[in-house]
């Protein structure tokens, strides 16, 4: 069956060290996967898109990679800040429409 | 700003009563809207795909007559709980793509809150 999944567990960290989230998928072949920050009570805000043919992209104190061999994004914040405390979700399309599926999320929680 | 807005924003109702949540595009034209229900602590379930002028396509186990969805304009979709009962309360969630194509990135409304007593 097909799964993405993300550690369901919170990550803790000290504030100005990097965080790093995992997304693995399996029974998947997505085109470009996608990285999400949500906010208790909001919608996903998007953050970073990346393509299968792309390895890393970065965005500010952002970067991601994606291992179609590993089937494995990897979502790192560096310098990061209290205010990075939030849940992030990997979603990927499975086809070349905008359906996507998402992930269950990994809060993180940067600590002062 | 918010691209997408949702209205409203949270709802308490009796079981039995319908609840219409509404879903704009602010400032972009969305053929496509999609929504999502999303219980606490859990990731975001794929409803359906709200088409512009034509009839949605729901996900495999959503009731089409539990979660009437009507995109009657280019800037406004909408989703109806009809009966709602408890175990429909939940976040309800919608989405655009802010221009066409493929694989494009989503941006969400705020979400409706709908608490069935």
């Known amino acids: 069956s097909q799964k993405i999944e993300q550690n369901s567990e919170a990550l803790n960290i000290q504030e100005g060290k990097t965080a790093t989230l995992t997304c693995n998928y399996t029974?998947?072949?997505?085109?470009?996967l996608q990285w999400y920050r949500q906010d208790p009570g909001r919608g996903p805000v998007f953050l970073l898109l990346?393509?299968?043919?792309?390895k890393e992209k970065r965005k500010e104190r952002l970067k991601v990679t994606f291992d179609t061999t590993l089937k494995q994004s990897l979502f790192h914040i560096t310098a990061s800040q209290p205010a990075d405390s939030a849940t992030y979700l990997c979603a990927l399309n499975n086809n070349a429409g905008n359906m996507l599926t998402f992930g269950g999320g990994t809060r993180l929680m940067v600590k002062p | 700003g918010a691209v997408v807005s949702q209205h409203p924003s949270w709802v308490i109702c009796k079981s039995g009563t319908s609840v219409k949540i509404e879903c704009r595009s602010l400032d972009f034209q969305a053929t496509t809207m999609f929504w999502y229900r999303q219980f606490p602590k859990q990731s975001l379930m794929l409803m359906a795909t709200s088409n512009e002028g034509s009839k949605a396509t729901y996900e495999q186990g959503v009731e089409k007559d539990k979660f009437l969805i009507n995109h009657a304009s280019l800037t406004l979709s909408t989703l109806t709980v009809t009966s709602a009962h408890p175990e429909d309360s939940s976040f309800y969630i919608c989405?655009?793509?802010?221009?066409?194509?493929?694989?494009?990135?989503?941006?969400f409304g705020d979400g409706t809150r709908l608490s069935i007593l």
């Open positions: 989405s655009a793509p802010l221009t066409t194509g493929g694989n494009q990135p989503q941006h």
């Open positions: 029974n998947y072949s997505p085109a470009y």
């Open positions: 990346i393509r299968e043919n792309e």
